[in-house]
């Protein structure tokens, strides 16, 4: 009598436990709220430079400022000069700064 032919498929070897198949993960819609990052704190209204309330100086007396490089695409500036800071671009020249810490309008 002819042996029948086994489906191989059947006999799948058992799996170890570190080789076993999880079933696939469900998931369902659920509505939620993103909720955006937090700002920064924001004042009433945005100030001036001090530098044009305080008095005009001589522009020819000696001036302390501070430069620091801010970076970005225009090569920003930041000023420190006379109690307060003030943001340039770096198209802005030193005359023009200069001018405006001593209380003229450039």
Do not use: C
């Not at 002819?2 to 369902?28: G, V, Y």
């Not at 801010?70 to 006379?82: C, L, N, T």
């Amino acid at each position: 009598m002819p042996r029948k032919r086994q489906n191989h498929a059947d006999q799948s070897p058992a799996l170890s436990p570190a080789e076993q198949s999880f079933p696939s993960a469900t998931w369902e819609w659920r509505r939620v709220k993103i909720k955006p990052p937090a700002q920064g704190h924001q004042d009433s209204a945005p100030k001036g430079h001090r530098w044009r309330r305080l008095p005009v100086r001589n522009p020819r007396d000696p001036l302390t400022l501070t430069v620091k490089l801010r970076g970005g695409p225009e090569a920003w500036v930041e000023i420190h000069a006379r109690g307060d800071l003030g943001r340039f671009p770096g198209y802005v020249t030193i005359a023009e700064v200069v001018l405006w810490v001593n209380g003229h309008q450039p």
